[in-house]
């Protein structure tokens, strides 16, 4: 069956140090992922988009990287700051229409 | 950005009644917007595909006739849990993605808190 992989233990980094998060996915062919940011009790807050034929995007301190082969998606967060701190949700899909599975969320805490 | 809003944000009810909940897109339209469920520390779960202007499409092991989901205009969709009970709590969301887009950036409300007692 599906599964996408977050590491469901919260990462901790010191402010100004680069956050990488990981999500893995298998017996799936994504045409699109997306990540999100997720703050408790809200919904999520989309923060970027890429597609299978692309290898990275960047928005400001935002680094996405999709790697098709390793069936795996990395998420930078460069020069972080505690208001980075929440949960990092990964999302793909494969038919175009939006139908995004989600995957758990890795919670990101950046110490002051 | 676009601002998909929810209403109510939480609600308490009994169980067997039955509780509406709405999605509306403020500053543009949406032929086609999402439900989705999450329960604590899990992800979101697709529940069903809202369409404006015709039945909505169930994801598999949801039940149609527990959630029914009414697409009344460009703007508004509406989940209504019948029948809740206690495992229908959960956090419900819908999203809503901009026209002509192909799985671009959609946008979410900020959630509606369901509590059955």
């Known amino acids: 069956s599906q599964k996408i992989e977050q590491n469901s233990e919260a990462l901790n980094i010191q402010e100004g140090k680069t956050a990488t998060l990981t999500c893995n996915y298998t017996?799936?062919?994504?045409?699109?992922l997306q990540w999100y940011r997720q703050d408790p009790g809200r919904g999520p807050v989309f923060l970027l988009l890429?597609?299978?034929?692309?290898k990275e995007k960047r928005k400001e301190r935002l680094k996405v990287t999709f790697d098709t082969t390793l069936k795996q998606s990395l998420f930078h967060i460069t020069a972080s700051q505690p208001a980075d701190s929440a949960t990092y949700l990964c999302?793909?899909?494969?038919?175009?229409?939006?139908?995004?599975?989600f995957g758990t969320g890795t919670r990101l805490k950046v110490l002051a | 950005g676009a601002v998909v809003s929810q209403h109510p944000s939480w609600v308490i009810c009994k169980s067997g009644t039955s509780v509406k909940i709405e999605c509306r897109s403020l500053?543009?339209?949406?032929?086609?917007m999402f439900w989705y469920r999450q329960f604590p520390k899990q992800s979101l779960m697709l529940m069903a595909t809202?369409?404006?202007?015709?039945?909505?499409?169930?994801e598999q092991g949801v039940e149609k006739d527990k959630f029914l989901i009414n697409h009344a205009s460009l703007t508004l969709s509406t989940l209504t849990v019948t029948s809740a009970h206690p495992e229908d709590s959960s956090f419900y969301i819908c999203?809503?993605?901009?026209?002509?887009?192909?799985?671009?950036?959609?946008?979410f409300g900020p959630g509606t808190r369901l509590t059955v007692t």
């Open positions: 500053d543009f339209q949406a032929t086609t």
């Open positions: 017996n799936y062919s994504p045409a699109y």
């Open positions: 809202s369409n404006e202007g015709s039945k909505a499409t169930y």
């Open positions: 999302a793909l899909d494969s038919t175009g229409t939006y139908k995004y599975i």
């Open positions: 999203s809503a993605p901009p026209a002509g887009g192909i799985s671009s950036e959609q946008y």
């Open positions: 890429i597609r299978e034929n692309e």
